[in-house]
């Protein structure tokens, strides 16, 4: 596995919370070969979560892109960025022109694919813990912003 790359199996917790994250307004985003998920991401239009209880508010009319994660055996295959491009594509079509997303800095994968849609970069942070809150997760790797305004969705993978 590539360095940087986040590891996003689903587990059996996980597969139980997918109700209660739709039911907050989540979206997931999904792609299979034949009956096998190949790929999925996430949704989200009011806020993301950076660190435990820090929310940042998202502005009306924009969505943001998180935990996406394509199966090891189908990398390669230009899977993310056509999810990404479906996503811009949805998200403009429903009023949701502003699309932001990030990634560990050190995964190039992600940030080849975040390009190929046409996103352009917006700044970079890094969280860090600084006490020792139970709710606090350890998050010291610098992480990366990108965003893009879709007024027509036009972008195109090449």
Not at 82 to 91: G, R, S, V
Not at 115 to 133: E, N, S
Request: proline share 4%; with cysteine; charged share 20%.
């Amino acid at each position: 596995m590539q360095s940087g790359t986040p590891r996003y199996e689903l587990s059996e917790r996980q597969i139980a919370n997918i109700p209660r994250l739709l039911a907050e307004g989540k979206m997931c985003i999904s792609g299979w070969c034949q009956d096998e998920l190949v790929f999925y991401g996430w949704l989200q239009f009011k806020y993301r979560q950076l660190i435990g209880s820090t929310l940042v508010s998202l502005p009306q009319g924009s969505a943001f892109i998180y935990r996406c994660f394509t199966r090891e055996e189908y990398r390669g295959n230009k899977i993310y960025p056509a999810a990404l491009c479906y996503a811009e594509h949805w998200l403009a079509e429903h009023g949701h022109h502003t699309v932001f997303i990030d990634h560990v800095a050190d995964n190039t994968a992600s940030q080849r694919a975040i390009l190929a849609v046409g996103m352009q970069p917006i700044g970079q942070y890094r969280l860090i813990k600084i006490l020792d809150w139970r709710w606090a997760r350890y998050g010291d790797d610098l992480r990366r912003g990108w965003g893009v305004y879709t007024p027509n969705a036009g972008h195109h993978l090449a």
